[in-house]
């Protein structure tokens, strides 16, 4: 437990680093600003894996340009599936994959329920 709780705190700091906003930057140039699931405009940086010494080894294959629409959803859906996505040594191609699977599942479930109250008020 003390253990995670300082992996956090050395992840936190990572993120707020110039190394990462450096990273950061040439993930996006790279992603031509693509938002990796919905094609949107991507100005944050997705990991699903995260190296144990994040300074030195953060591999941007484990990473992807996302819009910050499209990244509150993955992480929420995190927090729903944990063992799908995280620390999975997945290839970027196959992350996109489930992302996209699972954030279209999620659009769908909401029109469903938009729908049913779009019947029930004609
Ligand atoms: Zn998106
Ligand atoms: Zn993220």
Redesign the pocket.
């Known amino acids: 437990m003390r253990n995670h709780e300082q992996h956090r705190r050395r992840h936190e700091d990572y993120l707020a680093s110039a190394a990462w906003a450096e990273r950061k930057e040439q993930a996006l140039v790279a992603a031509r600003h693509l938002c990796s699931i919905c094609d949107g405009l991507a100005d944050?940086v997705?990991?699903w894996r995260y190296a144990d010494d994040l300074a030195r080894n953060d591999d941007p294959r484990y990473q992807a340009a996302?819009c910050s629409d499209c990244?509150i959803l993955?992480?929420l859906v995190h927090c729903l599936h944990p063992d799908e996505f995280h620390g999975s040594d997945l290839t970027r191609d196959a992350w996109v994959w489930r992302a996209r699977r699972v954030v279209s599942e999620w659009l769908r479930v909401q029109r469903e329920q938009i729908e049913k109250q779009i019947v029930r008020s004609v």
Request: aromatic share 0%.
């Open positions: 944050q997705h990991h996302i990244h993955i992480h």
